[in-house]
């Protein structure tokens, strides 16, 4: 037990208590001595309790409980482990004392809580997901610490092979200490064997096309093998040769001239027979090669691009075409072009990986991107609410046409069990619910919408009717959870029926399904039926678990489109294509002359445009140049700014169905070449030397730029991590003429870095460039950790631990836990109960006698005479002592004017005035003397007399008139 203080300083105030007894001594005594010290004492304890209060006295005791925490390291290196640490730590828990506390911490880049410290937890091993590729020992024994009950003694257990490569456990281990938290570690030895990796590679970062250059790797091994090592650039295969490989550090050269322009990835592999992991066979890094900008052209269809390329190539760009299936997926791999070009190419085609690639390849890196219609681009191609529909200066969907017809749709959803499979931790049923919502996003209130989900039964999620309230709709959309069987035919015929009756211009069923019905049905009477009453029916099978034949007959017989896919994320894709083909209203098929409505710098200098025969209807964005419309309004060719891109959409195509006139156009190259020519990046690095370095879990962006520039230059970077996601930057200077930045590298694989210089608003230069962590560091070769586990055991107060001591924990002694108790708030309300005393002592009238009136008047039976006669007393009483007081004071402050006066004339007339004042302050005392005799008298007999008081006031003024 003890008593401490959390703000000591505050008892400096205690010095207050010295100032109010001073003023004790000498104010004027208007009561009794008795009540004087009376009222002080109630002082000094008002001014100890607020003194107590402000300084946070609490009081101390120690608790004999105990807790323990074990954290597991469960990062990539020791992920073969899981099993053997599990055991070890249920065999501890069961050993501990029935009254500790336990819980379990796992961590790898960040720790989580597994089991929360309570007694007998129910341990079933490791079971939580964490992210492996890095080990932050810190972070995991702060978890810890948040974990335990501040009441109870404190222990960890630490189980890790201790290679961290975050944070600082000795550091933090050594604060756990301080607050009095034993910290014990247990060795776990990684599973050994010979490993093989590649360390680093290095090349230029900056190359001209064609150039010369030494490409660097740097291999390591803990034996001495032979292997074989592949060099690749964007996954091609440049060279590949036998090789023997030493124990230790190897470093290897070869010679090598740089590829076409663009932004290259260079990959070193090592293969070799003696290996434990896979995952630090490659390493890579990026280079930036300037050259002629190399364009990429991507067709849905074959042929749908030849004129278009050809005209492109008659004008000098270097022109590569690709199908939608063998285009780059990722962004390093569009990186290596300066434009991309769609055409004719449907969503459904295009990964939602790609997707969102080519947004970040246009807003991230500043690059181009162009779209050409047909039938399968724009909105019919299923681009609603994608990341390309968020770059193109077009939507997709088509506003403020009131002659547009209304639609009746009908949704057919399995919800059988096996739609909750997962792909990419995606469930088929989260994709097709989405489908179902951007459905509702496409529809106007005038349509009417239907939704029905079936197993072995059927059920109206949403009956067919006018989409007024799509919040609502989609709420109940949202519902939907998989379970049951399959059973199809009674919900499309529902559907049927629903649509029948609906008094919609188009009326149109969309089914989708991942297997096979359990039950059969007349499908061909239905279908007869629905063509009778001008019901249309589109299929979508997912995946090859599905009844596709069947699935294929009834699109087929339904007057639709069948659709299959093993891409779950393509589900919604398809659902929106639908959804927009169902009116055929986005194709306008008619002969038309293009309306020049901006600036023509993109187009040729000639008198008159050729006639286009269609396009594919779309709506221009509020921000977009519109350069050509069509004779009803709509976009044919627009262009936007998008981030530090550029884009354009041309609604029409690029063959001879819609756009034959302009095709055979002799301006046709001239035309094309000035749109490629807008939408590449205006990449200018003269004076901008950027470079980027790693270490660790950090990327470094370092820029050098002339110091005889004058000014600041105003740097940005932009970071686009391995998953798509981006990250501005400003790069501030470090010295004059070089500015530095750092950012995190959570995740292995390549980071994209954009570096903008700017002059207000305007892009002055910029750079390309990029950074790779090959793999996580996890899968590096370090040596034995057992001495560094020895130091952080020893940091911590423990020690290191033997596999055999798992019974041992609950025994190991622990810093008993000291618990406060803070006193200060009991302190601060009895303060503030007794303020109102410490007032009232000092204006409350401490007389009694009135006390025996009101006890003489309860006393007595009432009767108006006395009651009226006992008032009459005790206001008497009142008033009498009020004006005794009032004069004392008055005679006390005249007697002390005249003992001024008397000074005066004592320095003025000499010792024989000074002995006449002192004859006058005798008797002066004398009377006061009396006066509290008096007073005192008074007080006992319980009431003063008129004739005292006159008497007193005749003498306090008979002495005042002889001074």
Known sequence: ?????????????????????????????????????????????????????????????????????????????????????????????????????????????????????????????????????????????????????????????????????????????KLLNQQGIRTDVLPIVPSSGPEVLVKTVDLPS??????????????????????????????????????????????????????????????????????????????????????????????????????????LASVNFKVETVASESMPKTLTGLA??????????????????????????????????????????????????????????????????????????????????????????????????????RATEILDTKDQLGVITFDSEYKWVVKTAPLINKKSVQEQIGSIEPSGGTNMYPSLEAAYKALKEAKVKVKHIILLSDGV???????????????????????????????????????????????????????????????????????????????????TGMLPTVNELPQLLGYVATTPKDTAEVVLTSHEGDPVLARWHYGLGRTVAWTSDSKGRWAEHWVNWPAFPQFWGKVMSWTLPEENVNGLNVTTTRDGGLGRISVDMPVERGKAADLQAKVIDPNGSSSDLMIPAISPGQYQV???????????????????????HQQTTGLVQSYSPEFL?????LKFLEQLASAGGGQVLDPTQFDSIGKLKAPEAVGKIPLWPKFLMFAVLLLPIDIASRRFNW?????????????????????????ESLIQSIKERKVSREQLYQSLGEIKIGEQRAEERNRQEGPKTANIAQDKRRKVGDLKEHGEIASKGTETKGKVTNRDNNRIDSQIKESVEKK
């Open 336 to 437: 290596q072009y300066s434009s991309v070009v769609l055409v004719n190419v449907p969503a459904t085609d295009l990964p939602d990986a790609t997707m969102q690639a080519l947004e970040n390849f246009v807003r991230d890196l500043g690059r181009g991107l162009v779209m050409v219609g047909g039938e399968n681009s724009f909105g019919p191609g299923g681009y609603f609410k994608t990341p390309v529909e968020k770059a193109l200066p077009v939507n997709m969907e088509i506003t403020g046409k009131a002659e547009l017809p209304s639609v009746g749709l009908n949704l057919l959803i399995d919800k059988s069990g096996s739609m909750c499979h997962t792909q990419n931790n995606v469930t088929k049923m989260d994709m097709a619910k989405e489908a179902a919502l």
């Open 206 to 311: 900056r190359l001209k096309e064609g150039e010369f250059f030494d490409l660097k790797a740097t291999l390591e091994s803990t034996v001495s093998t032979s292997g074989t090592v592949r060099i690749m650039v964007d996954n091609k295969v440049l060279r590949e040769e036998e090789i023997k490989i030493e124990k230790g550090i190897s470093r290897l050269v070869w010679g090598m001239n740089a590829e076409k322009a663009g932004l290259h990835t260079y990959k070193v592999e090592v293969i070799s027979a003696k290996d434990t992991h896979k995952e630090n066979n490659m390493a890579q890094a990026i280079t930036q090669v300037e050259g002629v900008p190399r364009i990429l052209v991507v067709e849905g269809t074959q042929g749908d691009s030849k004129a278009l390329g050809t005209a």
């Open 781 to 785: 070769l370090q040596a034995d950790q």
């Open 1 to 173: 037990m003890g008593i401490s203080f959390s703000q000591p300083l505050y008892l400096l105030l205690f010095v207050l208590a010295a100032y109010f007894v001073d003023l004790w001594k000498t104010s004027p005594k208007a009561f009794t001595i008795r009540q004087q010290k009376g009222f002080l004492g109630v002082r000094l304890v008002l001014v100890t309790l607020l003194v107590l209060s402000l300084a946070g006295m609490q009081l101390n005791f120690r608790h004999s409980e105990k807790s323990v925490v074990y954290v597991a390291d469960r990062s990539a290196s020791l992920q073969e482990k899981d099993k053997e640490i599990s055991e070890w730590i249920s065999k501890s828990l069961a050993s501990l004392p029935a009254t500790m506390g336990a819980g379990v911490v796992s961590l790898g880049k960040r720790p989580m809580v597994e089991y929360p410290v309570e007694t007998h937890p129910d341990f079933k091993g490791l079971q939580g997901v964490l992210d492996p590729n890095y080990t932050d020992l810190a972070t995991g024994l702060r978890l810890a610490r948040s974990l335990m009950p501040e009441e109870q003694g404190k222990h960890i257990v630490l189980l890790t092979d201790g290679k961290q490569n975050r944070g600082n456990a000795l550091e933090q281990a």
């Open 517 to 599: 019905s359990k039950y059969g049905g007349d499908y061909d009477h239905l279908l007869k039926q629905m063509e009778a009453d001008n019901v249309t029916l589109s299929v979508v099978a997912v995946g090859s678990d599905s009844d596709t034949s069947l699935l294929k007959y009834l699109a087929q017989e339904g007057h639709g489109r069948y659709y299959f896919t093993n891409q779950i994320d393509t589900i919604p894709k398809i659902f929106a294509k639908e959804t927009m083909m169902v009116t055929r209203s986005y194709f306008v098929q008619e002969p038309f002359t293009p309306v020049v409505t901006a600036s």
């Open 742 to 764: 750092d950012f995190p590298m959570e995740q292995p694989g390549a980071y994209m870095i954009q570096v903008v210089e700017k002059e207000g608003d305007k892009i002055v």
């Open 847 to 871: 007389n009694l006698k009135w006390v025996s009136a009101v006890g003489h008047r309860l006393g007595r039976p009432a009767s108006g005479e006395r009651v009226e006669h006992g008032q």
